[in-house]
């Protein structure tokens, strides 16, 4: 291809765009006025006010409005209940942002806000995208990032931030400008918006610190027009050397020539920040030694800024310059490193927060590898010797024995494996990380032993521990993290071989302060290539592979080889050790740091798991890692399962009682979570139980859960038949009691309605007969008396206390003394 200067390419400056969506009077209107008001975070509507003012200074202001045209699907990361009111566009039962009516006009303080030139749309769809103009104002107006805020995170934030992903936009979550009506909810939104877009969340305030105009930097009149001298010369070629290309090995010496590269070291990216300018200006940015071409380099990374944070899989086309360059923006420093199996002269790495160059990187030899991050990561490109990468992809994917992975409950978007060395005695390595249960360790199959072997003379030093990946198409990913070091070897490197699909790599530093940059490299992994990644890019950067939705049309062939699919390979040196046979544990992650010391491994969501699941988070978020202090003691723990999970009533405290009594005696630890009100029959409120089993089977509706809960955690399925009988006998009882004290009350509020009196001296009569039985059906509360107690103290609250209920019902005031005097019952009404 012909030589050109890349300097003389026309600079293309992007906007940015504040989209607030649905700030109408059904959410954010006067108290009373508002059908489904939204008062969380505090000020958050006065806050996106602000934020609008000084935003036009930079960018368009963008204001969304929703109206209910016919149900549309609902949005969110997670299914909402039955009557949700926040699925306010998926049901025609709500009376919310209907036309024409005021509560789908915008806020008082929103409408006196819009400016003549903001964009003012409706939507009909939870989504600001479909089906309106926003698309073709925002790329009318040449914006490529924008920066979201509105009513509901969870709703039409989410659905909004979700398309534009689609749309290629770099996305900004304002985070104090959102709102939301449940907390975990939001949190849960943000969470997934962050894994599935990459999207950063950010406050108002390091917004407005992000957009603040920069001042231009003037050139030095001392060396502007100033021609190079020899001596200027001479500078610029300090550095330069003669290098040859041909292969290690030697062969094919006739097709290697000798060209004149700058060292790789002069180039690398440093952990300060710092760059070359001469050597920036003999890559060919444009740059020289007289002036400062910051303002122009921020232009120009604005025009790319949408590439930060989108999903990865950029184009790998060779006459596509666009996908060759480095990017950075206010909020990121970010480096494209281009890998491409077909060239063979490696192009060094320059970046800083102020100035990226555009580079080409590739490497056929460990040392010809220019560093990432900082500065102990590198690609390695043909990692395998064609003998051995000659169809190894469809021999592993048919050698291994893929198992899928749970995280917090749920299946991770992969499938896995894990080999490793066995010793002579059955002991293997164990590399621990936040995954609720890994797969058994196998002994390594015969192609991952090859590759192994490969491997260890890349990194120079044994591995005994592999994860092996299974990206099925582009929709598989692995979330940012940084890998746990708990159990890997001081000084070791972590190596990751990629067979199949080209996917791209996104490497980002740890958050820092408000402010202050982060910086973001991008490291294309082809077929047959190795990243070794040094420890301390671990512990100051993040890495991910994000989701690749784009149409296969828009992807390369290396991108679309395999059908799609990517066989990664994760190797370490494990310093911690477990005996399956025994369940012991020891090694350096351990408590006992030798096999002599060894102890039984802990399982389960106790004090243990806890403890390391923190550590595990104070590593993924800090770029200082003091590891004696946060891993010296060492953990026991090998397996953390997901609890059990209770979404109880939003509006049925009796029923609440009677699951929480329940699960609190029979030792079912569990998450809490809450249903919404709805407006179903009073009789069949809204609860639901997810239990972590490998199925995670999910029971509806308060008399199913306590029969499933009797039946797998309180022996109801091993129980005497007698026993039994009497257990649903009396159950079924309570029920009729439940909807006995939810009639109308007589008159006299201080007596319990006819009905119920009889009901309650049903009851007593019952109790007296088996005086030496403190409990319904036996010894210990069993599910009748969970199903009674919380009606009973419910009945005694209402009706003026114990005395006026229960006070010529000895049998009746016995049992429910004894039942109140039990430590989980105290506990249940001391948190109410």
């Known amino acids: 291809m012909f030589p050109f200067d890349t300097a003389a390419l026309p600079q293309l400056t992007t906007r940015k765009a504040l989209i607030a969506v649905d700030l109408q009077n059904d959410f954010v209107g006067l108290d009373g006025e508002a059908t489904l008001p939204v008062r969380e975070p505090e000020g958050f509507v006065a806050r996106v006010v602000a934020l609008s003012e000084a935003f036009r200074a930079v960018g368009d202001v963008v204001w969304v409005q929703s109206r209910f045209d016919e149900p549309r699907p609902e949005p969110g990361p997670e299914e909402s209940p039955a009557g949700d009111p926040e699925a306010f566009l998926s049901d025609e039962a709500f009376d919310c942002v209907r036309a024409d009516s005021s509560g789908a006009e915008m806020a008082p303080m929103v409408q006196a806000a ?147 590269t700058l060292k790789s070291s002069s180039l690398a990216s440093s952990p300060t920040g710092s760059s070359n300018p001469s050597a920036a200006a003999a890559h060919g940015n444009g740059a020289d030694d007289g002036g400062d071409d910051d303002d122009d380099d921020d232009d120009d990374d604005d025009d790319d800024d949408d590439d930060d944070d989108d999903d990865d899989g950029d184009g790998d086309d060779d006459n596509d310059n666009d996908d060759d360059r480095c990017r950075a923006s206010p909020k990121d420093t970010t480096t494209s490193v281009k890998l491409d199996a077909r060239q063979r002269t490696p192009t060094p790495l320059a970046s800083t927060p102020s100035t990226v160059s555009s580079t080409a990187t590739t490497a056929t030899k460990d040392d010809d590898c220019p560093p990432l991050c900082e500065g102990d990561t590198h690609v390695i490109l043909n990692a395998l010797p064609s003998s051995l990468e000659h169809d190894i992809f469809s021999r592993l994917r048919n050698e291994v024995d893929w198992q899928p992975m749970s995280h917090q409950g749920s299946p991770v978007p992969r499938l896995v494996a894990v080999q490793g060395t066995i010793s002579t005695d059955g002991s293997v390595p164990v590399y621990r990380h936040p995954a609720d249960e890994s797969p058994a360790l196998l002994p390594f199959s015969k192609t991952v032993l090859a590759v192994k072997d490969q491997v260890e003379h890349h990194v120079g030093h044994p591995v005994n521990h592999v994860l092996i990946q299974l990206y099925r198409d582009g929709n598989d990913y692995i979330s940012e993290h940084s890998d746990k070091t708990l159990d890997i070897v001081p000084g070791s490197f972590i190596a990751n071989v990629s067979l199949g699909a080209q996917r791209t790599m996104v490497l980002r530093t740890k958050r820092r302060a408000p402010g202050e940059s982060r910086q973001v490299q991008r490291a294309t992994l082809p077929h047959n290539s190795l ?71 802990i399982n389960g969501q106790g004090p243990e798991a806890v403890a390391m699941l923190r550590a595990f988070g104070a590593e993924n978020h800090g770029s200082v890692v003091d590891w004696d202090a ?179 019902l000895e049998g009746l005031r016995r049992y429910y003394d004894a039942v109140a005097a039990r430590e989980s019952v105290r506990g249940i009404l001391e948190r109410r």
């Open 531 to 601: 990243c070794r990644m040094g420890l301390r890019t671990n512990m100051k950067w993040l890495h991910a592979i994000r989701q690749d939705r784009r149409a296969d049309r828009d992807k390369t062939p290396d991108e679309l080889a395999f059908d799609g699919a990517r066989i990664s390979l994760t190797f370490r040196r494990i310093g911690t050790f477990l005996d399956p046979e025994r369940g012991l544990i020891w090694g350096q992650g351990a408590r006992g740091k030798t096999r002599a010391d060894a102890r039984p491994v």
């Open 114 to 260: 819009v400016r003549p030139r903001d964009a003012v749309l409706t939507k009909t769809h939870y989504s600001a995208f479909q089906e309106t103009a926003l698309l073709r104002v925002l790329r009318a107006h040449m914006v490529m990032e924008v920066f979201l805020c509105g009513s509901l995170t969870n709703v039409g934030v989410y659905a909004t931030a979700i398309d534009a992903a689609c749309h290629g936009m770099a996305i900004t979550l304002v985070e104090d400008c959102c709102g939301y009506r449940s907390n975990g909810r939001r949190a849960r939104a943000v969470k997934s918006l962050v894994e599935l877009t990459g999207c950063d969340v950010a406050s108002s305030k390091e917004v407005l610190l992000l957009i603040r105009p920069k001042q231009p930097v003037l050139p030095s009149k001392q060396n502007e027009d100033k021609p190079p001298t020899s001596i200027d010369l001479v500078k610029s070629m300090k550095g330069l050397s003669i290098v040859s290309d041909s292969p290690r090995d030697g062969a094919d010496k006739s097709k290697s020539t000798s060209k004149t």
């Open 630 to 808: 946060l891993y010296g003691d060492g953990f026991d723990q090998l397996h953390i399962h997901a609890a059990p999970r209770l979404f109880a009533s939003a509006d049925d405290t009796v029923i609440n009682m009677q699951l929480s009594l329940m699960l609190a005696e029979l030792g079912v630890s569990h998450a809490k979570g809450t249903m919404a009100a709805t407006t179903t029959a009073i009789n069949d409120p809204p609860v639901k139980f997810i239990d972590n089993d490998a199925a995670r089977t999910e029971v509806t509706g308060h008399e199913a859960i306590m029969l499933y809960l009797d039946s797998f955690y309180g022996g109801g399925q091993t129980s005497p038949r007698n026993e039994l009988a009497l257990r649903y006998t009396h159950f079924q009882r309570a029920t009729r009691l439940l909807h006995l004290s939810r009639s109308p009350p007589n008159q006299d509020a201080a007596a319990p309605p006819k009905p119920l009196s009889s009901e309650l001296d049903a009851w007593n009569t019952i109790l007296e007969r088996a005086p030496s039985r403190p409990f319904l059906a036996g010894a210990a509360p069993s599910l009748p008396d969970f199903a009674l107690w919380p009606v009973l103290h419910a009945v005694v609250e209402r009706c003026g206390g114990g005395d006026v209920v229960l006070g010529r």
